[in-house]
């Protein structure tokens, strides 16, 4: 059985990104080059961050091409984490709003990729 434990990400600059994600996540890179990153998420899975221009094989999907989904443990914790991304300067696609799955909302990192937050079942 194969285990998903690595996100990569393409991204204009992997530097750029991984002080953003640092932030996000409160943890500082665990390698960084001028062409790749790498960060451990609270989860343990691990995010690379590969620059678009040297990926071989070349990548061909355009900037915000994946969604990385986080959960939260209620509405609230959803309402508060937007509240504190928005102050930010994260931009937000969707506000906090209830979905059938529960509350959650959508920002953007700078390279356009998806940064949904959600509380299951609070919808």
Known sequence: MLNADFILL??????ASARFYADLIGSAPLEESPTFAMAALPSGIMLGLWSRHTVEPAATA???GAEIA????DAAAVDAL????QARGLAILQAPTDLDFGRTFVALDPDGHRLRVFAPGQG
């Open 10 to 15: 393409y991204v204009d600059s992997p530097s």
């Open 62 to 64: 355009g900037a915000g």
């Open 70 to 73: 986080m959960t939260v443990a």
């Open 82 to 85: 937007h509240l504190d991304w």
